[in-house]
């Protein structure tokens, strides 16, 4: 079983919807990040939370580090938020261990 | 203020020769971190370093694989003898401790190592 856990794998939704992606750990965290990869492969870092909630724009992302999961929500979702969504566990000594990712696709 | 900065971003090498890859913080930053990515896989950790010093190398395979962050100079992945099973994209990664707590980290955009 990995270390962390996401679904769903694959999502498809239809411009304007509401998207959740969730991800389940199974270490103990100093933090939990959300990031997300475009199509051609870079890299961008969306949230960083240790507790509770954080907004940004259309993106929202909270943890239960009791239950050890954390969910990505997107509103209002757009065909530019296609990507892939990956969460990722910070250990302690900053290591990160990584989710396999949610490919997203948003049609017009 | 440029962010971190990764080339090449594609490097092509035959199989037994060397890859060097090379990684430039963001401006101020002290922390970088080399991530692998093999075709249909998730991201894995391969090394964190600071200035001169290897903090946490347990992501690396034992053999073949180094990592230095030099005083002066971009961080450098070198993968000597390259293998196919080497062919993977690769990322750096870069943060100071402030900079992580607030923002997390900054991803470069990848080296795509291909091994023909």
């Known amino acids: 079983k990995n270390e962390v856990e996401q679904s769903p794998q694959n999502l498809t939704a239809q411009e304007g919807e509401f998207i959740t992606i969730n991800c389940s750990y199974s270490?103990?965290?100093?933090?939990l990040h959300w990031l997300q990869q475009h199509p051609g492969g870079g890299i961008v870092s969306l949230f960083m939370?240790?507790?509770g909630k954080k907004k940004h724009g259309r993106l929202i992302a909270t943890i239960n580090i009791q239950e050890k999961h954390s969910s990505l929500h997107i509103t209002a979702s757009h065909p530019r938020d296609s990507a892939v969504y990956i969460c990722?566990?910070?250990?302690?000594?900053?290591?990160?261990?990584f989710g396999e990712g949610t490919q997203l696709t948003v049609n017009p | 203020n440029a962010g971190v900065m990764q080339n090449p971003r594609h490097l092509v090498r035959r199989r037994g020769q060397e890859a060097r890859l090379r990684c430039s913080p963001m401006?101020?930053?002290?922390?970088v971190y080399w991530y692998r990515q093999l075709p249909e896989e998730g991201l894995k950790f391969m090394v964190y370093?600071?200035?001169?010093?290897?903090?946490?190398e347990s992501g690396m395979p034992k053999e073949r694989f180094s990592a230095e962050f030099p005083k002066e100079g971009p961080s450098i992945l070198r993968i000597q003898q390259v293998v196919r099973g080497d062919s993977a994209a690769y990322f750096c990664?870069?943060?100071?401790?402030?900079?992580?707590?607030?923002?997390?980290?900054?991803f470069g955009s990848g080296t795509r190592l291909t091994v023909v």
């Open positions: 990664a870069s943060s100071t401790l402030g900079h992580r707590a607030n923002y997390g980290y900054t």
């Open positions: 270490v103990g965290i100093s933090a």
């Open positions: 939370l240790s507790s």
């Open positions: 990722a566990a910070e250990t302690s000594g900053s290591r990160l261990t």
């Open positions: 401006k101020g930053h002290s922390h």
């Open positions: 370093l600071q200035k001169e010093n290897i903090i946490d």
